[in-house]
């Protein structure tokens, strides 16, 4: 893997939730340098036959490679002993789909990838082809999260178009809503059918975040993996390894950011006393010096929010907290 280096500078940048084209630029370059380990690993130790990927063009050869599935296939392809079908990855259907927006100038188009079978994740089963009533239904919220993304929170909308380049959507489920990524996939971001524009946009901030975290840790070393004790979450009901924290911190950094500048008193002040809980946390796991140097940004920018007085979402954390001792004593 070609050594990308990354400098303090950006480093603590991104610790704070925040980021730029350079940083940006520097995650991605590690993506599509992981990418062509694995292919490698792929020629190396499998006996597949990779002359139709040889053979394309350096454009399409560079666009194949940068694909968030083609790293699910080649990390799926030495994970298993069963053959991993290259021709799933080279071809695509007819007529693909797309979401698209604009405001003002920001322009962006995400592609719905309902169809590539490398796009699963586990316990999160992907939906079908989209009929096109789905389709437009989804455009339409699309339309409205980009606005409101790209007039209110253009940090957020710079990442998202750099980082996000397709969309998988999830099996709906009645009860619950379910958002994620995945590691091996960087650039797709798998959700349930969203209730709205905010919904939608808060979401894509949300995963955005754990698509730069995920980069960011293929890069730099910031959790023992000898840490085997679970520690608690404010997100969840279960118990959570040290990464799961971490990950769960950074990401709800970007979605109390983005409720701030809705102006949501409930919910900015409801995940900032998330924040400052699972920050506490995260100081009694086993980081690495720069993982203690991300959390210490992290916290940076939450001691720099002016968090309005909310009783009631102090009082929702509370009770999550005293539910989960009870579950989890």
Known sequence: MKRIPLSWEAFDLLATGRSDARSLAT???GQFSKHMLLLRLVKTETDLCLDALEELSPDRFTEIVSDPHFGA????????AAKADLGDVLSQPEHRRYLSARFGDDVISLLLNDFSPYRDLPRLPPAGRLPDD???????MFTEAWTILARDH???????????VSLVPLQHNAQQRFSATARDAFGAVA?????GGTDFAVTLVHECQHTKLDALLDLVELYDPSDTRRYYSPWRADPRPNWGVLHGTYAFLGVAEFWRLEGNRFEFAHTA???RRALDVLDTTRLTESGRRFARGMRSTVDSWAVPDEPEATAAVERHWTTWQAANA
């Open 27 to 29: 995650l991605k370059a």
């Open 134 to 140: 789905a389709v437009s239904l989804w455009q339409d």
């Open 73 to 80: 296939w080649a990390a799926r392809t030495l994970r298993s």
């Open 191 to 195: 959700l349930t059918t969203p209730t």
């Open 273 to 275: 006393e998330q924040l």
């Open 154 to 164: 253009a940090e957020h909308a710079a990442e998202i178009s750099s980082c996000i």
